[in-house]
């Protein structure tokens, strides 16, 4: 539990801190670069069919080099998919990021299976600058032969279940 005393000297501290950040820029602002803080600006669903191409597209601000992320979800770990070249295994012959003639760029997933469902961020300034995400979601349909009987269900990467019919 903190009392106002505490307090006081943590906002005096932070006064403090905040001048001396102040000075120390001022005397070498020639030799600081500062960058400002990642801001998501563009987020957008986009749906992808399995065996299919997907063209994720990223629209930066300033056209330099991107880098492109993978999270298959929430609270799964977040992969490199590109940074000047694709870095991630799972996606190496079969991805390939191009920068168009507006400057903007697109990565295209070839031969989409399930598993490339996920949370795409495309970042700017090689990392650095602003995101934009990317939700893919892939569907299609499972074909399935069974004692004489064609089966198929409707997959969705979003169901977790699949009702299997005649064909």
């Known amino acids: 539990m903190t009392n106002k005393r505490e307090i006081v000297v943590e906002n005096k501290m932070a006064d403090w801190l905040c001048l001396l950040i102040r000075r120390v820029n001022e005397c070498f602002s020639d030799d600081i670069t500062t960058h400002r803080p990642q801001m998501v600006v563009e987020k957008y669903n986009q749906t992808a069919y399995v065996g299919q191409p997907a063209i994720l597209l990223c629209r930066p601000e300033v056209h330099n080099d991107v880098d492109w992320n993978y999270r298959a979800t929430e609270t799964s770990a977040e992969y490199r998919v590109y940074s000047n070249k694709v870095v991630y295994k799972r996606f190496r012959n079969r991805t390939s990021v191009n920068q168009t003639e507006d400057g903007d760029f697109e ?61």
């Open 107 to 167: 990565m295209i997933i070839y031969n989409v299976s399930l598993s490339d469902a996920g949370r795409y961020r495309c970042i700017e300034d090689k990392g650095l600058g602003d995101i934009h995400i990317v939700q893919l979601t892939v569907s299609g349909k499972i074909l399935f032969y069974c004692h004489h009987y064609l089966l198929y269900a409707d997959i969705n990467s979003k169901k977790n279940h699949y009702k299997w019919q005649l064909y």
